[in-house]
């Protein structure tokens, strides 16, 4: 009963060139979360998708970011022509449900930290 | 414009005494506020919760309070152990269309001395 999977869990780019990352929620969750974490900060919500379809991107950079979640295969979040400001811990979560009652469910990776030179 | 703050940015604590975690928040349309906790290189893990039509919940060890009049929560922790030292974070999210949006503190970096 594997939990949220990330992938990379690090990754270090140069500046100008892409970065993906990947997550695959857990089994039976369909609504997948990203969040970003600066140094020293809080987790700042980013985007919230479910299968084939971006719900809210209220919180993702208006450029260079972007994120899918495929009928088959993880959810991935796209950074183009990465700066150093970017560096930070991307985290995804996944829950059964956007309900209210189901908040607390909500289920964390361990993250995926980007590095950028 | 931060509208969940955790001010103190560590809290020290002996084994077997209480911690006290507080976290403040300005949106008055917050209505239910959770409490994760993080390992180094881990992700967040959900630990207690609370709705605003609540004052106080309780889970074990951990008893999260909340005051409504001074936006203001705490999780209290006792008796602590050196296991519970981590990072915790406090999250708020408000009534709407919006409520699986999680906004968070800075964290507060709890060690629990032995």
């Known amino acids: 009963n594997a939990g949220v999977m990330q992938n990379p869990r690090h990754l270090v780019r140069r500046r100008g060139q892409e970065a993906r990352l990947r997550c695959s929620p857990m089994?039976?969750?369909?609504?997948v979360y990203w969040y970003r974490q600066l140094p020293e900060e809080g987790l700042k919500f980013m985007v919230y998708?479910?299968?084939?379809?971006?719900?809210?991107e209220s919180g993702m950079p208006k450029e260079r970011f972007s994120a899918e979640f495929p009928k088959e295969g993880p959810s991935i979040l796209r950074i183009q022509q990465v700066v150093r400001g970017d560096s930070a811990a991307y985290f995804c979560?996944?829950?059964?449900?956007?309900?209210?009652?189901?908040?607390?469910?909500?289920?964390f990776g361990e993250g995926s930290r980007l590095t950028v030179l | 414009d931060q509208q969940v703050k955790q001010n103190s940015p560590s809290l020290s604590v002996q084994e077997g005494r209480i911690s006290i975690l507080n976290c403040d928040y300005t949106?008055?349309?917050?209505?239910?506020f959770l409490w994760y906790k993080k390992y180094p290189a881990e992700g967040p893990t959900f630990l207690i919760s609370?709705?605003?039509?609540?004052d106080k919940n309780e889970d074990g060890r951990f008893t999260v309070f909340l005051n409504k009049s001074a936006k203001h929560l705490s999780l209290h922790i006792v008796p602590s152990q050196p296991g519970d030292s981590a990072v915790y974070f406090c999250?708020?999210?408000?009534?709407?269309?919006?409520?699986?949006?999680?906004?968070f503190g800075s964290g507060t970096r709890l060690l629990v001395r032995p």
């Open positions: 949106n008055s349309m917050f209505d239910y």
């Open positions: 089994k039976g969750h369909s609504h």
């Open positions: 609370i709705s605003s039509i609540k």
């Open positions: 998708l479910q299968k084939e379809n971006i719900i809210d």
């Open positions: 999250a708020a999210s408000a009534l709407g269309d919006s409520s699986y949006k999680l906004i």
């Open positions: 979560a996944s829950s059964q449900s956007a309900s209210r009652s189901n908040t607390g469910e909500l289920f």
